[in-house]
C-alpha cells in the first residue's frame, strides 16, 4: 500500500502535558482521512507536527516513504504539504492576489509581477471551481471566500497533500455544500487530503477512512463505509452520545425580550433589520434560524448594545435598552455568547481566568477601590472551568492557547455563570464536538427550565429544531413566520428562510 505520508509513533509534549500520545496516522495517495477526536484531543497540534510548526519528542514522519525532518513550515512546503488553518493567515488589508504570493512573489527584475500573479491565480482558481477574484480585497470577501484563499495559497505553492483544520466550523450550509465539491475536485486532480474535523455527518459524507484520537491517543483507524455515526461517536467521546435533546415541554411566563419595529444598518449604512419585531418570554428558547447575511448578526449587536439602532424599540423586563452601551445592557440582566468568540468574546493575551470576569472584574469580590483581587478572580475562574469542562492546563493559561472548542466553552461557562435574565447565545456550538454539543445544549435548556429567557440564532438547521420551543424565521432583515418545531420540517424551514411563502408565512405571533 503507497502511503503519500505516514506519522508513526508520534510524541508531542508541552512542559509535562502529553498533546500526542505515540499517534500513528497514514495518507493513502488520492484520499480523503478524516482526524476525529473531542476539542482539545491533540488533532491541531497533530498537524502541527506534520506542517513543521512544532517538533515532535518521538516519532517519525515519512513522506512518500522517505524520514524526513520538519523543522519549520517552508521545508513542509517544499514536500508539497500545505495547511488551510483554523483561524485564517491572511492581511485584510492585501488583495487576494497579495496574500497568495506572499513570500513567493514572482519578479520582474526588481519589481513584483503582479499581473502574471494574478494570471497564474486566476488560472489555478478556475482550475479548481475556487471562483476567487485575485484582485479582490481580503476586508471585502466572505469568510467562505477567504478560506478559498488559503486553499489558493497552498496550491500556489504546489501543495500535493492538503491539510484542512476544521474547515467547516466558520461556514454557512451552503458554503460547506461548496467545500465538500471543492474538495472532490482536489482529490479528482490528484491530491490527497487531511481532514481534521469534529462533525461527523460531513465525515460520512466525504471522507475514505478516518482515524480517531481520544485525549491523545490513536483510538483506531477505520473505512468509513464500514462505520456509522454512533460509533464514531461513542469512539470519540469514550461513551454512548444522545443525538436528541431531552426536553419537557416549555412553560413560557412573561415577556422578557420585546422587540418591536427594529431598524439597524450594516457597517456599509444598508438596512439590515427592517422593522423586525420579536418577543422572547421567561421559560423559553426562542431559536432563529435564517441564511447568513439576512441581518442577524446585527440584530444580535442592536440587543447587546455593539451597534446602534436607527429607530424602533428594544425591550427587557418592560426598560428600553436600545442604545445604551454594552456594559449598562448587561448589568439590566443580559447574557451574550457572540458570533465570533475572538473579536468579541475574549481577550486573547489574557489567561482564561481573567476573561470568566471580563464584565463582573469591577464589582467585588473581584475588585475593591478599584484594586484587582487575583485570588478570588482564580478561585472563581476555577469553579466556573470545573464545572464546563473547560480542558486547559491551568486557570493562568493565555486564552489563545486553548482550543476554539475550549475557548467556546470558557465563553458559554461565564455567561452562563452570571445567570442572566435572558440569555443571546449566537453560534454557541460552533466548532465544538458532538459531545460539547449535547453539554451545550443540556445548559442551554436548564436555563430554560430555571424560568430564563434565551434567544438562540444558529445555522445549523437541526441545532434550531432540537433545541428551540418556537422557531422564528429571518429573511432579509424581518421575521417573516414563527413555527412550532414539532410542526415543521427542515425542508419546510429551507423554504421560509429562502424568502419562499409558505406554512405561517407572515406570522408575527406567538404560537
Not at 418577543?279 to 444580535?300: F, H, K, M, T, Y
Not at 476555577?382 to 473547560?390: A, N
Not at 421575521?479 to 406570522?507: C, H, R
Amino acid at each position: 500500500m503507497e502511503y503519500v505520508i505516514e506519522m508513526l509513533n508520534i510524541r508531542k509534549e508541552f512542559s509535562g502535558f502529553v498533546a500526542n500520545d505515540n499517534i500513528t496516522l497514514q495518507l493513502r495517495k488520492g484520499e480523503i482521512h478524516a482526524l476525529l477526536g473531542e476539542n482539545g484531543a491533540g488533532k491541531s497540534t497533530l498537524m502541527n507536527v506534520l506542517f513543521g510548526l512544532y517538533q515532535p519528542e518521538q516519532g517519525e514522519i515519512r513522506v512518500h516513504g522517505k524520514k524526513v525532518d520538519i523543522t519549520n513550515p517552508n521545508i513542509a512546503n517544499d514536500l508539497g504539504i500545505g495547511m488551510v488553518h483554523q483561524h485564517f493567515m491572511l492581511v485584510d488589508k492585501f488583495t487576494v492576489t497579495e496574500n497568495i504570493i506572499l513570500g513567493k512573489e514572482p519578479k520582474k527584475g526588481l519589481k513584483i509581477d503582479i499581473k502574471k500573479a494574478e494570471q497564474e491565480v486566476r488560472e489555478i482558481s478556475e482550475r479548481y471551481g475556487l471562483s476567487v477574484d485575485p484582485q479582490a480585497k481580503i476586508s471585502d470577501i466572505t469568510v467562505g471566500m477567504q478560506q478559498r484563499v488559503e486553499i489558493l495559497k497552498t496550491l500556489y505553492r504546489g501543495a500535493e497533500i492538503l491539510i484542512f483544520d476544521e474547515p467547516t466550523a466558520v461556514l454557512t450550509p451552503q458554503e460547506i455544500h461548496e467545500l465538500i465539491g471543492i474538495m472532490k475536485t482536489l482529490i479528482k486532480e490528484g491530491k490527497s487530503i487531511i481532514l481534521i474535523t469534529h462533525k461527523l455527518k460531513e465525515i460520512m459524507e466525504v471522507s475514505d477512512r478516518v482515524t480517531v484520537i481520544r485525549k491523545g491517543k490513536g483510538i483506531d483507524t477505520l473505512n468509513v463505509s464500514e462505520t456509522n455515526v454512533n460509533e464514531l461517536a461513542s469512539l470519540m467521546v469514550g461513551r454512548e452520545v444522545v443525538f436528541k435533546t431531552e426536553k419537557v415541554e416549555a412553560k413560557p411566563k412573561e415577556e422578557v425580550l420585546e422587540i418591536n419595529n427594529l431598524v439597524v444598518k450594516d457597517s456599509r449604512g444598508i438596512e439590515a433589520v427592517r422593522g423586525l419585531n420579536l418577543s422572547v418570554r421567561a421559560g423559553e428558547i426562542v431559536g432563529i434560524a435564517g441564511v447568513d447575511g439576512n441581518g442577524q448578526g446585527e440584530l444580535i449587536e442592536a440587543i447587546t448594545g455593539l451597534r446602534k439602532s436607527e429607530s424602533g424599540t428594544v425591550k427587557v423586563n418592560g426598560k428600553e435598552i436600545q442604545n445604551h452601551s454594552p456594559r449598562k445592557i448587561l448589568e439590566t440582566g443580559v447574557g451574550h455568547i457572540p458570533q465570533d468568540r475572538h473579536k468579541h468574546g475574549l481577550v486573547l493575551d489574557y489567561p482564561i481566568g481573567e476573561n470568566m470576569v471580563l464584565q463582573t472584574y469591577y464589582k467585588e469580590p473581584y475588585s475593591k477601590a478599584g484594586v484587582l483581587n487575583y485570588k478570588k478572580i482564580y478561585e472563581h475562574a476555577k469553579k466556573v472551568i470545573q464545572e464546563f469542562d473547560v480542558r486547559t492546563p491551568s486557570e493562568k493559561t493565555l486564552a489563545r492557547a486553548l482550543s476554539g472548542g475550549n475557548q467556546q466553552k470558557a465563553i458559554i461557562g461565564r455567561e452562563i455563570d452570571r445567570n442572566p435574565n435572558l440569555l443571546i447565545a449566537a453560534q454557541p456550538t460552533r466548532g465544538l464536538d458532538v459531545g460539547a454539543i449535547e453539554f451545550i445544549h443540556k445548559r442551554l435548556i436548564e436555563q430554560r427550565d430555571h424560568g430564563k429567557a434565551v434567544l438562540l440564532v444558529s445555522f445549523e438547521l437541526d441545532e434550531v429544531m432540537n433545541v428551540s420551543d418556537r422557531i422564528a424565521v429571518i429573511y432579509e432583515g424581518k421575521i417573516v413566520a414563527i413555527v412550532d418545531p414539532k410542526e415543521t420540517t427542515e425542508q419546510e424551514l429551507g423554504l421560509l428562510m429562502a424568502g419562499s411563502k409558505g406554512k405561517g408565512e407572515g406570522v408575527e405571533k406567538h404560537v
